[in-house]
C-alpha cells in the first residue's frame, strides 16, 4: 500500500491545487520569474542591469531555468499520474500487478542530495564566471535568487531521472517475469508501446528547454551534460520497456511456429502416405500470420505520433526563443 505521507513534495503540490495542473504550472512560473525580476529591481539599477551584455545572459539564463523548473515539476506530475493510469490498465487488461514504488523507493533520498550537490556545485560555477568567485557580492544581487532555485531545480531533475529508473526497471522486471504472451491477442501489448512512447516524450520536452541554452554561448557549458542526460533518460525509457517486452513477443513468436512447422511436417508426411492433407494451406496461413505479427507492440495511433514526438525538442526551443524575444523587447522599450 502506497505511505501517502511519503509522497514527494512537488506532486502533492499539484494534487492539492485547486486550479489544475496547467494553471498551478503557470502560477509558479509566474511568481518565480516575477521574483528575479523583483531582486534585479532591488538590488540593480534595472535598465543597465536588462541593456548589459552579461545582464542579458542572466535574464535569459534565469528564463531558461524557469522554464526547466515548471517543466520539471509539470511533467513530474504527468508522468507519475499516466504511470498509475497505466498500471491500473495492466491490472484490468492483462492482469499484471505493477508495484507502486516510484514515491516512495529510498533511491529517491539519493537522488534528492545527489541533485541538491549538483546544484551547489552549478551555483559555484555561476559564482565563478560572474562574479570573480565573490560569493558576498553574489549574494547582494541576483545571488539572492540563483542560490536557493538551483539546487531545487537540480533535485527535482534528479527526483525525475531516479523516477524514471524506479519505473522503467520495476516494469522491465514484471514484463520478464509475470507477463504471458497470447500471440491471438497481440493487441492487447499496444499499451506497453504507449508506456515507453510516454517515458520518452516526457524528456524530449526537456532536451527542447535544454537548447534554449546555446542561444548564448556562455550558457552552452550548462547545458551539455543535462541535454545529455535528458537524451540518455529518455532513451532509456523507450528501451527499459520496449526491448523485455519485444524478447518474450520474438520468443512467443518462436515456439508457436516451431510447433506450427512440426504439425506442418507431421501433415506433410501423412499426405505422402495418402492421406488428404486437408490441414496444410490452414497451417501455412496461420505459420504467415504468426511471422507477420509485429515483435514492437504499437499499434497505428501510437506510431503515428513518433514523427511529431521526434518534434517536441524543437517547438519548445523555438517558442521559448520567441517568448523570450518578445519581453527583452517590452523591457527595452
Known amino acids: 500500500m502506497e505511505d501517502r505521507n511519503r509522497q514527494l513534495a512537488e506532486l502533492k503540490l ?39 551584455d552579461q545582464g542579458q545572459s542572466m535574464l535569459r539564463l534565469s528564463f531558461i531555468l524557469t522554464l526547466i523548473l515548471c517543466a520539471a515539476l509539470a511533467v513530474n506530475f504527468y508522468d507519475e499520474e499516466a504511470s498509475r493510469r497505466d498500471i491500473a490498465d495492466l491490472d484490468r487488461e492483462l492482469g499484471i500487478k505493477v508495484p507502486l514504488e516510484r514515491e516512495v523507493h529510498p533511491i529517491l533520498t539519493m537522488a534528492t542530495w545527489g541533485g541538491l550537490a549538483g546544484g551547489v556545485v552549478f551555483v559555484a560555477l555561476l559564482v565563478f564566471l560572474t562574479a570573480d568567485g565573490d560569493i558576498l557580492a553574489f549574494l547582494a544581487s541576483i545571488g ?8 531545487i531545480l537540480w533535485m527535482l531533475m534528479a527526483r525525475g531521472v531516479a523516477g524514471s529508473i524506479i519505473s522503467g526497471g520495476v516494469l522491465s522486471k514484471v514484463i520478464r517475469e509475470e507477463l504471458t504472451i497470447d500471440l491471438y491477442r497481440h493487441h492487447e501489448l499496444a499499451i506497453f508501446g504507449r508506456i515507453a512512447m510516454r517515458g520518452a516524450f516526457v524528456w524530449l520536452i526537456f532536451v527542447g528547454i535544454i537548447l534554449l541554452f546555446f542561444v548564448d554561448n556562455e550558457l552552452a557549458v550548462f547545458a551539455q551534460p543535462t541535454l545529455v542526460i535528458s537524451l540518455g533518460i529518455a532513451s532509456y525509457n523507450f528501451v527499459a520497456t520496449m526491448r523485455p517486452i519485444r524478447s518474450k513477443i ?3 513468436k518462436e515456439a508457436e511456429l516451431t510447433l506450427i512447422r512440426e504439425r506442418l511436417a507431421r501433415a506433410r508426411t501423412e499426405m505422402e502416405k495418402g492421406a488428404p492433407g486437408a490441414e496444410i494451406p490452414a ?38 526563443i520567441l517568448a523570450e524575444s518578445q519581453i527583452e523587447r517590452w523591457m527595452g522599450g
Open 144 to 151: 539572492l535568487w540563483f542560490i536557493p532555485m538551483t539546487p
Open 250 to 252: 520474438r520468443e512467443a
Open 283 to 320: 497451417l501455412i496461413a496461420l505459420e504467415t500470420r504468426i511471422e507477420d505479427i509485429r515483435e514492437w507492440p504499437m499499434d497505428l495511433p501510437t506510431a503515428a505520433r513518433l514523427p511529431l514526438y521526434l518534434l517536441i525538442p524543437v517547438v519548445p526551443w523555438a517558442l521559448g
Open 14 to 52: 499539484y494534487r492539492l491545487s485547486p486550479v489544475g495542473p496547467a494553471l498551478t504550472t503557470f502560477i509558479i512560473g509566474a511568481v518565480t520569474w516575477g521574483t528575479f525580476l523583483g531582486i534585479v529591481a532591488l538590488t540593480e539599477d534595472f535598465n543597465a542591469f536588462i541593456a548589459a
